[in-house]
């Protein structure tokens, strides 16, 4: 069974600073998803950004990117330029594929402060 | 589009008792799941479908129940209420065809206490 691991329960950073967040995962498959969620206060599940593990380039998504390590199967989180709006929780996701239902196995997450 | 919609949003059941949390989606996606969060944890699932009809344990199944009678519905049903269940509830749903790391769009989800 796939299982993820993110060993921060909480982090904090200044606003405008840069912060990662960990994340590894064990698996023996070789295709497969990753994925950050986001989750607010409100409760609401967001997706912050995906990457695909045959996919040597680090997926970006405006101040959000990935550090992708394969063979060490770390998939860690970087926020750039912090603002008070990322304040959540933050929870990494693994998603097998093909032969799935694509069913997500979560982190426990990682809860960030950010202080103005 | 309303996305992925849930009710109630908040319950509070007794011990032994039962309810079904609802759950709707107007995207037309074959893929539907039920997870549950624990406080301070990550999302656990719980039972999952790939289209009307089909179902499937997840990690957690035992206590529930669910059934697809249609694309747009996925209810979860609780039998015998017990107090480790309680949780928060999320039903999220996504895209099936072709390849790609397909978003799951979640609903708000349901806080369920049980006493």
């Known amino acids: 069974a796939q299982t993820v691991t993110q060993s921060q329960p909480e982090m904090s950073v200044q606003e405008a600073e840069t912060v990662t967040l960990s994340c590894t995962y064990d698996t023996s498959e070789s295709d497969y998803y990753l994925f950050w969620y986001k989750q607010p206060p409100s409760r609401q599940m967001i997706l912050v950004i995906r990457q695909e593990a045959y996919k040597q380039q680090n997926a970006t998504e405006n101040r959000f990117s990935v550090n992708f390590q394969k063979a060490a199967k770390s998939f860690s989180l970087k926020i750039s330029d912090s603002q008070l709006g990322d304040a959540a929780m933050y929870f990494c996701a693994y998603s097998h594929y093909p032969g799935s239902a694509r069913q997500l196995t979560f982190g426990s997450g990682t809860q960030l402060t950010v202080l103005p | 589009n309303a996305g992925v919609t849930q009710t109630p949003k908040f319950r509070i059941l007794k011990i032994g008792q039962s309810m079904t949390l609802q759950c709707t989606q107007d995207?037309?996606?074959?893929?539907m799941y039920w997870y549950r969060q624990d406080p301070g944890m990550g999302l656990k699932l719980i039972y999952y479908s790939v289209g009307a009809g089909i179902t499937d344990k997840g990690e957690v199944p035992n206590g529930y129940n669910v059934s697809r009678s249609t694309t747009e519905d996925f209810p979860l049903r609780l039998e015998l209420a017990a107090p480790s269940q309680t949780s928060v509830y999320f039903c999220?749903?996504?895209?099936?065809?072709?390849?790609?790391?397909?978003?799951?769009?979640f609903g708000p989800g349901t806080r369920l206490t049980v006493l």
């Open positions: 999220a749903s996504s895209y099936s065809s072709g390849q790609g790391p397909y978003e799951q769009f």
């Open positions: 995207m037309n996606h074959n893929y």
